[in-house]
C-alpha cells in the first residue's frame, strides 16, 4: 500500500499537515474547521472510497479526541489517512454528505465515544439501544459496564466480570496486568 | 396521540399517524427471523405491498469486540476474531494477524504466506456455499441448502486436521501460525478441489436453469456501481455491481500478486449478479489453491523474532531461554511499537479491516474494525423503498451478510 506523497495536491498541502510516516503509510493532521473543504476537494481528485472512519479516545489529552479517516483512490491505488482532533463536547463537521458510507460510521463513533458530528442528518445511537446513557469505548469507561437506571430493560447491573480470571488491564507490571501470572510461592502445586 | 376504538383484528390497530389512517402499514421484521439472517431487524412502511421507507436496526448482537481488544493482548485477540464473520473465521484470524505484523513490521517466510493463502480461500470457498445455500433457501430452494452443506462438512473436516477446531479455529498468531501444516493436510485439500469443480458445475445448473430462482432474483436490487462504493459497500457486493475493486489485486498481501487468478464483476448490480459473482469467486479460489499446493515451499512457518513470536513448543519444554520467551510473550504480549496502521483483507464478504493504533507494547490502544457486512448493510435504507415485502429476502440473502461481523 502505497502512501500520498502530497505532490499533485495543493489543497492537502495548504489545507493539512503532513505527519510521520509509517509503514509505508501517510498520515495528515487537518484542523476540524478546514475538514469539510479538504474532503470534498480530496473526492473530486479520485479519493472516491471512504474505508474506514475510527473514532479514538486520548483521555488525558487536550484536545481529548481524535477521528481519523482512512481514504482510498482505486484508479491510482493510493491511500491516505487523515485525522482531525476534537475536544470533548465540541463537534466534527460531517463528511455523511461526501461519502453517504460516513453516516453509519459517524453514528457509531457518536455511540461508542460521544463525538458529536455537527450537520449529520440523523446522529442516532446504532449499536447501543437508544437511550442507553454512556459512551462505551471511552477510556474512562470499565470494561465490566457501568448499571444504567432502565427498569425496563433486563440486564441493568455491571457484568460480573471485573477481576475474573480471564481480564488483564492495561498495567504495565506483568503482575498487575496479568491475573494468572502469580509469584511461584502462591502456587498451590 | 389520539385513541379510536378497534374491533378485533382490525388493521387500524398498526397503523401509523392519525392523518395517514389506512394508507402506511409499519411492519417489523427481526431481530429473530429467518430470513434476516441472524439479527437484524428491519422497521419497513408499506403502501400495500410495496415498501415506501426502510429503517434498519443494528447492535443486537453487539459484544464491545473493540473494547475488549483494548483490554488484553495481540494474540489473546485472535480468538474474539473468530467471532466476527463466524462463517469464516481462518480468513479473520490471518486478516488480523496480518494487521498486527504490519504495525510490527514483519515480513513472513514463504512457508506461512502460502499456508495463509490456502486458509484463506478455503474459508471463502466454505462462506460462499453457506452464503449461496441460504440465499436458494430464503426463495424456496431447499436442496441448494443442503448440497452446499455437504461440501461445507468436507472443508470443516479439512480444518479440523489443521486447527484442531472445526468452528472456532483461532489458527493465526503475530508472526506465524499455532502449528504447521499437518502431514497429509494438503493431499486432503488436494483430494477436496478436484471433486469440488465438478459439485460447482451442479450448483451452477441447479440455480441458474431454476425459473423462480432467476425470476426472483433478475433486476432486483439494483445498485450502481457509484453508488455502492459510495456507500462503502465491499466483496461480492460491490463487484456485482461492475466495480472490480478486490483487496487482493489493488493493493495484495500475503503474495496474492504471484497467484494467477481473476477477479469476476457483474454488469447489472441486481441479486443475481451478486449470486453469480459468488459462484465464479470459488472457481478462482480453487484455482488459486491448486497453485498454493503446487507451490508450497518449505522452511520455517513463524517469523524469526525470539523476543515476540512464541517459541517452538517442543523447545518451551527443555531450553531455559525460550521458556523465557515464551512467558514474557504470553503474559506481557508482543512488544509492538509507537505508530498507526491500517490493513485490510478480501474476506468473503468483503474488506475486513483493522486500524491500529498503539502506543508501543502488548495492548493496542485503539482496535478499529472495518466490517464489511457493517458497511454493506448501511444501504439497506436506501435500497428497500420501492421493492415488495417479498422481494425483501431476496435481497437480504443476496448481501450475504453476517451479523457477528456488523456488530462487533
Known amino acids: 500500500m502505497s502512501g500520498l506523497s502530497g505532490e499533485g495536491h495543493g489543497d492537502l498541502l495548504s489545507l493539512a499537515q503532513k505527519l510521520s510516516e509509517f509503514r509505508g503509510e501517510t498520515s495528515w493532521q487537518v484542523e476540524k474547521e478546514k475538514l469539510p473543504e479538504l474532503m470534498a476537494s480530496l473526492k473530486t481528485q479520485g479519493f472516491t472510497y471512504l474505508v474506514d472512519l475510527a473514532g479514538v479516545d486520548h483521555q ?25 482532533k476534537v475536544g470533548e463536547g465540541d463537534t466534527v463537521p460531517t463528511v455523511s454528505h461526501v461519502w453517504r458510507t460516513a453516516d453509519w460510521h459517524e453514528r457509531e463513533a457518536w455511540d461508542m465515544l460521544g463525538i458529536r458530528f455537527a450537520g449529520h442528518p440523523d446522529l442516532r445511537r446504532i449499536l447501543m439501544w437508544d437511550g442507553y446513557p454512556h459512551h462505551p469505548l471511552r477510556k ?28 488483564t488491564n492495561t498495567a504495565s507490571l506483568a503482575q498487575d496486568r496479568e491475573p494468572r501470572a502469580h509469584p511461584a510461592e502462591e502456587r498451590s502445586l | 396521540m389520539s385513541t379510536t376504538a378497534l374491533d378485533v383484528g382490525d388493521t387500524l390497530a398498526r397503523t401509523v399517524g392519525a392523518g395517514e389512517v389506512g394508507e402506511k402499514l409499519v411492519l417489523n421484521i427481526g431481530p429473530s427471523h429467518p430470513s434476516t439472517h441472524g439479527v437484524l431487524r428491519l ?94 433457501m430464503d426463495l424456496g430452494a431447499m ?31 503475530v508472526g506465524g501460525q499455532t502449528r504447521d501444516l499437518p502431514p497429509g493436510f494438503l493431499e486432503g485439500v488436494r483430494e477436496f478441489v478436484d471433486q469440488f469443480d465438478e459439485k ?9 436453469r431454476n425459473r423462480i430462482f432467476v425470476d426472483r432474483t433478475k433486476d432486483l436490487g439494483v445498485i450502481p456501481a457509484d453508488v455502492a462504493l459510495d456507500f462503502g459497500l465491499t466483496g461480492p457486493n460491490l463487484r456485482g455491481s461492475g466495480n472490480d475493486y478486490d483487496v487482493r489485486k489493488y493493493f495484495p498481501y500475503l503474495g496474492y500478486e504471484t497467484y494467477e487468478f481473476e477477479v ?27 497453485q498454493a499446493i503446487d507451490r508450497m515451499p ?42 498507526e496502521v491500517y490493513f485490510g483483507a478480501e474476506n468473503p464478504k468483503g474488506e475486513l479491516g483493522f486500524y491500529l493504533n498503539s502506543r508501543g507494547g502488548g495492548v493496542p490502544h485503539r482496535l478499529k474494525i472495518r466490517a464489511p457486512s457493517f458497511c454493506n448493510l448501511s444501504i439497506l435504507n436506501q435500497l428497500l423503498p420501492g421493492h415488495t415485502v417479498s422481494d425483501v429476502p431476496a435481497i437480504l440473502g443476496s448481501f450475504d451478510f453476517v451479523m457477528g461481523e456488523c456488530d462487533r
Open chain 2, 143 to 173: 436442496t441448494m441448502f443442503l448440497y452446499t452443506f455437504t461440501e461445507r462438512e468436507k472443508i470443516y473436516n479439512l480444518i479440523e486436521f489443521l486447527t484442531g477446531a472445526r468452528f472456532t479455529t483461532s489458527f493465526t498468531r
Open chain 1, 140 to 167: 474512562d469507561f470499565p470494561l465490566a459496564g457501568l448499571s444504567t437506571e432502565m427498569p425496563d430493560i433486563a440486564f441493568t447491573a455491571a457484568a460480573p466480570l471485573e477481576g475474573g480470571p480471564f481480564v
Open chain 2, 264 to 290: 469476476p464483476v457483474g454488469s447489472v448490480g441486481d441479486c443475481y449478479d451478486r449470486f453469480t459473482v459468488r459462484m465464479e469467486e470459488m472457481r478462482q479460489s480453487v484455482l488459486i489453491i491448486r
Open chain 2, 298 to 339: 518449505g522452511g520455517p512457518w513463524q517469523v524469526d523474532d525470539p523476543k515476540n513470536v512464541l517459541p517452538a513448543k517442543n523447545k518451551v519444554l527443555t531450553k531455559m531461554e525460550e521458556l523465557i520467551h515464551q512467558f514474557l510473550v504470553v503474559t506481557q504480549g508482543p512488544d509492538a511499537p509507537v505508530g
Open chain 2, 200 to 208: 460447482l458445475i451442479e450448483f451452477g445448473k441447479m440455480l441458474n
Open chain 2, 43 to 136: 422497521i419497513l412502511e408499506l403502501d400495500g405491498e410495496v415498501v415506501t421507507r426502510a429503517d434498519t436496526e443494528i447492535g443486537y448482537l453487539h459484544r464491545g469486540d473493540e473494547k475488549i481488544a483494548e483490554n488484553m493482548t495481540w494474540n489473546q485477540f485472535v480468538p474474539y476474531t473468530d467471532r466476527l464473520d463466524y462463517l469464516a473465521p481462518l480468513a479473520n484470524n490471518v486478516a488480523y494477524a496480518c494487521a498486527v505484523e504490519k504495525l510490527m513490521g514483519y515480513e513472513l517466510p514463504p512457508r506461512a504466506k502460502v499456508t495463509r493463502v490456502i486458509c484463506c480461500e478455503l474459508a471463502r470457498i466454505s462462506a460462499h456455499l453457506l452464503g449461496l445455500g441460504a440465499f436458494a
Open chain 1, 60 to 84: 488525558g489529552e487536550d484536545p481529548r479526541f481524535e477521528v481519523v479517516y482512512e481514504l482510498c483512490d482505486l484508479h491510482r491505488k493510493k491511500h491516505i489517512r487523515i485525522k482531525t
